[in-house]
């Protein structure tokens, strides 16, 4: 395991095989290995800084039946809410007025974000806070609407490929979706000009130690701007509801592995991380992580975006939520920028 640690640390590259072992034969020695080089790696180019994105959950409408996801359409037990293009542009201008400079508006595929109702959002928020980047995290569109988006001022786009496994992406999705239309989403966000990010769920159902290799090469091969990671939780109003969920060990050790494939890769210690562990968050930045997300979004429509079961961070208005991160950083030694 030492050799196949050194080996990815040295070259950033390992085999398909090599990358099963890894995952396959871990053990506490080669975690704390891993998260100490990780550890390295990420304080020699970012420092002590932990970076914030500010979260907006714009609509939990979706088209979309993801078998995994609490806010899939067959999900008749969700309270279904959408933003206004008004309100999307105060959490924003909120969100500026504590600090932030990254927006993330996020949603499931609802129709009403058409691409003109989503470009005014994006353009306002870009005329109001011309240094601030904006990222959307939208779902699956055609190449034209993501070529307006971008016209409209869109710096980045998140779109976790989920799995880069066919037969497992067929497992998790209904029929009407596919792996191709995915791949073929980020092949083009990439060739507009985006910033890109993707990633998966660790621990989701029929996942084997041979798909999460595959997700690693992949990442190796796509080399993304950022690479959105994190357990895997059931939700009790889907097909998975008695799914086991992802664990914290298994997301840390691949989170550090991922910082020593892609050393400057943007890499979020995210809010399911937050949830099956209540330092989760820490532990990602401890493990190689360097982005932490707090919402933005209105207290009264948090608990309704509701992807998996308890997550945190659904009562707080969003200064409590950068404080209590903040805080939750300074204490591990680093500082959120
Ligand atoms: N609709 C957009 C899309 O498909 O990219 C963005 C919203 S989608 C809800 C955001 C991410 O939530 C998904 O990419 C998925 O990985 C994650 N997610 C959904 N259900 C989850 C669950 N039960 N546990 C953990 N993560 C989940």
Redesign the pocket.
Known sequence: MKELIDKLAASHSLSLSEYETLIRDRDDEAAKLLRKLATQTCRKIFGNSVYVRGLIEITNI?R?D?L????RRSNTNCERYRLTPAEIVACADEGYELGFKTFVL????DPFFSDEVLGGVVREIKSRHPYCAVTL????RSRESYKFLRACGADRY???H?TADREHYAKLHPESMSFDNRMRCLRELRELGYQVGC???VG?PFQTERNLAQDLKFIEDFKPDMC?I??????KD?P?RDAT??TVGLTCYLLSIIRLIYPSVLLPA?T?LGTIHPTGRELGIMSGANVVMPNLSPVNVRKK?E???NKICTGEESAQCRDCLSNRMRKIGYELV
Do not use: K, V, W
């Open positions: 979706c979309n993801c995994y996801c609490g806010i996020q949603g499931g595929e995290s939208m779902g699956e998140l779109l976790r989920e990633g998966f769920m989701s959105g994190g357990p895997f939780i059931p939700h889907t998975f969920a992802g995210t399911a975006y992807l998996y079961d």
